[in-house]
């Protein structure tokens, strides 16, 4: 059986990032707000895929819950949206593949607004060019506790799912010409220098509404 998100937008929910210490999954068993736990796992996909070595993310992991109740070191209220789905049954609760998830900060010379619609058309570039089974968007991000501990601001949340790590592998670009459209696109409206990414494992509590 597979899952099949089509364009649609979820009610508002709120993700829990932590900076310090990680999320413990255990901590969230049993309640109903819970909606999913990220937390930071193996970083050598992410390390290959960029020739790095020693990524050190600059989060610790994500609680997605739909109350603004769990207290992280810094509490945001989003407006997700699954572009697309196509999880399998058995990627739950706890998802096989190799999930990235990136705290986007917009470039300094945009406006909110245009930074938006940038990112939401960006949604036709990920799917022509990358093999992911899911990508989301979060976006309207509203501070609702915390701090940024380096100050950085989020204008948006970015959710890949691989179902493999052979699918990344192979299928993280799926043309000889992908790597330099995605780059031409996202350099346009995306400040690198303060957005953040990491590998994690997610574990999925609820589906999403």
């Given at each position: 059986m597979e899952r099949h998100s089509k364009g649609i937008t979820q009610n508002p929910c709120?993700?829990?990032i932590f900076f310090t210490d990680a999320p413990e999954n255990t901590d969230y068993e049993g309640n109903s707000d819970i909606l999913s736990v990220d937390i930071l796992t193996d970083q050598s996909p992410l390390e290959e895929l960029r020739r790095i070595s020693n990524l050190k993310p600059r989060f610790s992991g994500i609680v997605w819950s739909l109350t603004p109740h769990i207290q992280a070191d810094f509490g945001v209220a989003v407006m997700k949206k699954f572009s697309?789905?196509?999880r399998t049954a058995n990627s739950f609760p706890?998802?096989?593949g190799v999930k990235q998830i990136s705290l986007v900060s917009k470039k300094n010379?945009?406006?909110i607004n245009t930074f938006h619609n940038?990112?939401?058309a960006?949604?036709?570039i990920a799917r022509q060019h990358h093999g992911m089974q899911a990508y989301a968007q979060s976006m309207h991000?509203?501070?609702i506790y915390g701090n940024h501990p380096d100050g950085s601001e989020i204008n948006a949340i970015s959710e890949l799912w691989f179902g493999t790590r052979n699918d990344w592998n192979e299928r993280f670009y799926l043309e000889a010409s992908s790597a330099e459209v995605v780059k031409r696109d996202t350099e346009g409206f995306i400040n690198?220098?303060?957005t953040q990414s990491a590998i994690v494992t997610e574990i999925t509590h609820r589906k999403y509404l």
């Open positions: 709120y993700a829990h697309w789905d196509n706890k998802f096989g010379n945009l406006d940038r990112y939401q960006h949604e036709s991000i509203e501070p690198f220098g303060k």
